[in-house]
């Protein structure tokens, strides 16, 4: 089998770097194309505010009260850059040198792995060979519960802002940015904080602003950088450090593409995205590969455990249509070829999909129109082993899990191979990967209030490690 480290991250604790977030003041506005048939009437007052006062957006304000000055201006005449070499003299400190000392400190407590007593709420401890280093990550964990606070930015409302789908394939949208609100890693203080977010939906934009079968994106680009027009105006921590305590999450496709819209949204900030594709500018080591999960019914009841391994008569199954450049030579090798490989483009009626990964012992995930697929996530959940057929993908969590314990590899030239592969691995290291899929299980879960280790706190935990590889520095208080 060939190196497949294309598909991974390096683990994050051998990639703990600092770097210096030089403070430039630009801005770029983009011009905006507009389109003006059928238009939904959010669509249409975001039109019109455009309209009366020209390129600067008003409504995207017009539902939340503006915060009070006081309550985040800097004070101008504190401050030394470097958190090492603070002088005694000095008796005050900015919020920002107090941040970034906070994370020197988480910085030095993972390097070092440090592991006091077990922490009283410990319900949960990460170990075994899932994890690239089980210490390092449960260091961070502990430490990202100890000190990490993210603040929300108040401006927009619904249907596009702090809102998300929260059924279908886009669902960790919504659920991530409704659970992010109301958990304790949020601050109202923005001073207080070590990361900003913007909190609107990409899946909520391409229902609400694009004209449907128009093909122009402009209108949403022009949206999103109103949005961060907008924020960087009112209050000074986009232009403090370009957008580099920042992030946006997006399920949807188009993501990346309304990303490029703000030229430091995608060289500088995080921006944690299904559509992790490493050719189209996705930078693993600043931003994060967030699991799709397709949620018909709004929530995974129903849809978590399976049968043993040994109730499970089928080798491998996969079930979809054939879009993108993988799928066809999937179909063209083993569709209808072998009992053992049962590759569908469509289920004969009356089987359930659900039904067939719970009795296969592998289940393929290949890269579709995009790279994910919420199938890596079903199989998980329903107990069969992920076959990852796919290019130039960063898998979830790859900077903290081992996804060789629990999933297989292979790559597309080896497609044709994809049996002999299978069946080269031995039953007891069948039965191993098998268990261990189901032990990281919870890593994937959605729960409701979240849960400590589940996938809002996985996903919220890969921003943090971005977080801890940038020190900002406000130029304006020197
Ligand atoms: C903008 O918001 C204000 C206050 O909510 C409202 O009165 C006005 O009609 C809105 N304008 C547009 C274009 O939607
Ligand atoms: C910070 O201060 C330490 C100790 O004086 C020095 O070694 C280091 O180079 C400084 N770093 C920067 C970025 O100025
Ligand atoms: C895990 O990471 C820590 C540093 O964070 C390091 O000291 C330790 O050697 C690592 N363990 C393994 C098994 O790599
Ligand atoms: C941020 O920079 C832009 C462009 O230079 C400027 O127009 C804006 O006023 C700045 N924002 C703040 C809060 O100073
Ligand atoms: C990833 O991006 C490249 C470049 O745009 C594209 O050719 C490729 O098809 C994408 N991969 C998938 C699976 O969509």
């Known amino acids: ?48 505010s455009k309209e009366s006062d020209g390129s600067r957006v008003s409504n995207i304000s017009a539902h939340t009260q503006p915060r009070k000055d006081g309550d985040y201006h800097l004070k101008s005449d504190e401050g030394l850059h470097n958190i090492t070499n603070v002088p005694r003299s000095k008796n005050k400190y900015s919020n920002l040198e107090i941040l970034e000392a906070s994370l020197a400190e988480a910085r030095a407590a993972i390097k070092g792995a440090r592991i006091g007593q077990e922490a009283p709420h410990e319900d949960f401890v990460p170990k075994g060979p899932m994890y690239l280093n089980a210490t390092a990550f449960r260091r961070s964990y502990l430490e990202m519960e100890k000190r990490f606070k ?12 702090h809102v998300g789908p929260c059924k279908h394939t886009y669902a960790i949208e ?14 109202t203080d923005p001073s207080k904080a070590h990361l900003y977010y913007l909190p609107f939906s990409v899946t909520r934009i391409t229902e609400f602003i694009y004209v449907p079968e128009s093909r122009e994106w402009g209108l949403m680009k022009s949206f999103v950088a109103d949005y961060v027009n907008t924020i960087s105006h009112k209050y000074p921590y986009w232009n403090r450090s370009l957008g580099a305590d920042h992030f946006m999450l997006a399920c949807h496709d188009w993501g990346p593409e309304l ?25 693993p080591s600043r931003d994060v590969s967030i ?21 499970r008569p089928i080798l491998v ?20 070829k072998d009992a053992d490989v049962q590759i569908h483009q ?49 898998i979830p969590f790859s900077d903290i899990l081992n996804w060789k314990a629990f999933a297989v590899v292979i790559p597309v030239q080896d ?14 290291q069948y039965i191993r990967m098998q268990r261990r899929g189901i032990q990281v299980r919870r890593h994937f879960e959605i729960n409701t209030p979240p849960k400590r280790y589940d996938v809002f706190h996985m996903i919220l935990h890969s921003i943090w490690l971005r977080r801890l590889n940038i020190i900002v520095e406000d130029a304006t208080e020197s």
Not at 150 to 161: A, L, S, W
Not at 259 to 283: D, G, H, K, Q
């Open 1 to 48: 089998m060939r190196d497949c480290k294309e598909f991974f991250t390096e683990p994050f604790f051998s990639r703990l770097r600092l770097v210096l977030v030089a403070v430039i003041a630009t801005t770029a506005i983009l011009a905006m194309s507009s389109s003006r048939i059928p238009l939904t009437a959010y669509r249409k007052a975001y039109l019109q």
């Open 150 to 161: 993210v603040f929300i930015y108040e401006e927009g409302g619904p249907p596009v802002f």
């Open 291 to 311: 699991p799709e999960i397709h949620l018909p019914l709004g929530t995974t009841k129903g849809m978590i455990g399976g049968p043993s391994p040994s109730k």
């Open 415 to 428: 497609i044709p191979n994809l049996k002999r592969i299978l069946m080269a691995i031995s039953p007891r």
């Open 174 to 187: 919504g659920y991530f940015i409704q659970a992010l609100e109301v958990s304790p890693f949020r601050t």
């Open 317 to 336: 199954f996969y079930a979809g249509g054939i879009h993108g450049p993988i799928r066809p030579i999937l179909l063209e090798y083993w569709e209808d």
């Open 346 to 394: 469509y289920l004969p009626k009356g089987v359930s999909y659900y039904g067939m990964m719970r009795k296969s012992r592998y289940c393929i995930c290949p890269s579709g129109y995009e790279v994910a697929s919420p199938r890596m996530v079903e199989a998980l959940y329903m107990g069969c082993v992920p076959v990852l057929i796919k290019e130039g993908y960063v």
């Open 259 to 283: 990303s490029f819209a703000v030229p430091y949204l995608y060289t500088n900030s995080i921006r944690a995205l299904c559509n992790a594709n490493t050719s189209e500018r996705f930078a």
